[in-house]
């Protein structure tokens, strides 16, 4: 087994994590050391039951830190490149491993390549590695006119961010987020990742995939794994809805995922509305973690997530703000209203740990109505039965065969029937 189907990550968006600038600091300015903060956080996502940090871009960047201006070098908001490695370091000391951003579909104005290519047309150096747009400018990515996208069909361009990713593997981390990594073509991942693999084998290599055929991504492309937002959005809309049908089908698709891959599973994540605001009633935050951390795949706890924050993203200049807000300097500096969900994540993490196989599990429904769902997740020989009731009443529901004989969570088991509270759930483990 591979390390990452151990893995579980606790995603961190650095930039407003540590409350820096929202842009980039002018030059004569000294770096400022935030990601040493990082560092103060490490024990408490051990606590919550991780071993991965899952750092969202951390690399020189005008704003957002998605319009990336040097890839080897590290955003001076954040500090320097010795702050990082000490990071991955301390990090490392906890057997916890560093994942890492990379933009490479598209790259700030300020990019040195594309500022000359700019400048100078047809005549610069890098002219082949940006497209011109009908407009007389250059493509860009979805339209956003600070994110120039790179011509991936310029063998060039799969150099440089063959480089880019070895040379932080070589500075100890442990795989890359591959951001828009839908928006890339198949081919050229398939170039990057050989080459990685050539020489970092054990790297995880996990590409954003929004919409498209996610399997064709890892066949394809060469990555290990791609965001499973299918699921995700099924989470929150089946308990929004009352539609658990629509939870039960996208179970039947990640079922068919596993067969290629292992999805990277999650219920929030820098670039959607928290799970809390989300979710039209609070009782259902618990059916969303207790889906989360029993169903395959390798999942992540989004920062502030697991303490139920809540934040809504809006489609405007700053709309990302209310769900990337600074975190206090150390853990001792969180408001206590989010204790109980933190403990059950701890619960529900540790469940998922003693039961390691789960990462490769498949679900099978056995009872499903508007409001309650009774799915087993297994695999090689092992398996657990869970039950959710979105509903506001009590609710008995059968078991599917299994000598089920204990139940974590609100529920009672007798005589192969579970009794759950209104809002409540269960998860079965065989009788030993």
Known sequence: MHWSEHAVWWHVYPLGFTGAERQALPPSAPPVPRLSRLANWLDYLIALGCNGLALGPVFASQT??????????????????????????????????????????????????????????????????????????????????????????????????????THWLERGVSGWRLDAAYAVPAPFWRTVTDRVRARFPDAWLMGEVIHGDYASYVTEGGLDSVTQYELWKAVWSSLNDGNLFELAWALKRHNALLETFAPHTFVGNHDVTRIASRLSEPRHLEHALVILCTVGGIPAIYSGDEQAFRGVKEDREGGDDAIRPAFPDDP????????????????????RRRHPWLVRARTEVATLTNTAIVYTAGHDGEAVAVALNAADRPVELPLPPGGWAHAAGGGRIHEGRLSLPAAGWAIATAGG
């Open 332 to 351: 001792a500096g969180l408001a206590g209203h989010g204790r109980s969900y933190y403990r059950l994540h701890q619960d529900l993490i540790g469940f």
């Open 64 to 165: 957002h830190g998605y319009d990336t201006v040097d890839h080897f070098r590290v955003d001076p908001r954040l500090g320097t490149e010795e702050d990082l490695l000490r990071l991955i370091e301390q990090a490392s000391e906890r057997g916890v491993r560093v994942l890492l951003d990379g933009v490479f579909n598209h790259v700030g104005r300020d990019f040195p390549a594309f500022a000359d290519a700019a400048a100078h047309g047809s005549r610069s150096r890098y002219a082949s590695w940006f497209r011109p747009a009908p407009d007389g400018d250059y493509a860009t990515f979805e339209g956003h006119h600070r994110l120039v996208a790179l011509n991936h069909d310029e063998p060039e361009v799969a150099d440089y961010v063959s480089r880019v990713m």
